[in-house]
C-alpha cells in the first residue's frame, strides 16, 4: 500500500517562498507518476508538477513555471517542491499524489496524501 505524507505548508505573503515536502512509502514499480496538484475553495483540483519517473520528465503548470521547482529523491522516497515568488492565486490545499499512467490527469492517481495548506496574502 503507498503511503504518502505531506508537509511543509504555511502562510508567507506574496513574494515569499514556501517548500512542500511528500515523503512517500511503499512505492512499486507500477508506479510511474509523482506529482503535485492543488485546489482552491470551490475550485476543481489541478495539476502543479508532476514527474514520469521511469524518465525523469518532468511538466509544470503553466502559471508556476520558472517559479515552481520539483525535486524527486528516488532513494529517500520523497518529492520536493520549492516554490518561489508567491502569489495570492497559489492560495490551496497541495496534495502529493502517485498513480500509474497518464502523468497529467488527476483523475489516473490512485494515492494521495492529506493535503498540506498553503496561504499566500497580498
Known amino acids: 500500500q503507498v503511503q504518502l505524507v505531506e508537509s511543509g505548508g504555511g502562510s508567507v505573503q506574496a513574494g515569499g517562498s514556501l517548500r512542500l515536502s511528500c515523503a512517500t512509502s511503499g512505492m512499486t514499480s507500477r508506479t510511474n507518476c509523482w506529482g503535485w496538484f492543488r485546489q482552491a475553495p470551490g475550485q476543481e483540483r489541478e495539476r502543479v508538477a508532476t514527474?514520469?519517473?521511469?524518465?525523469?520528465?518532468?511538466t509544470y503548470a503553466s502559471s508556476v513555471r520558472g517559479r515552481f521547482t520539483l525535486s524527486p529523491d528516488n532513494a529517500k522516497g520523497t518529492l520536493t517542491l520549492e516554490m518561489n515568488s508567491l502569489k495570492p492565486e497559489d492560495t490551496g490545499t497541495y496534495y502529493c499524489?502517485?498513480?500509474?499512467?497518464?502523468?497529467?490527469?488527476?483523475?489516473?492517481?490512485?494515492?494521495w496524501g492529506q493535503g498540506t495548506q498553503v496561504t499566500v496574502s497580498s
Open positions: 514527474i514520469y519517473i521511469p524518465s525523469g520528465g518532468m
Open positions: 499524489a502517485a498513480g500509474p499512467i497518464e502523468c497529467t490527469v488527476a483523475a489516473r492517481y490512485n494515492y
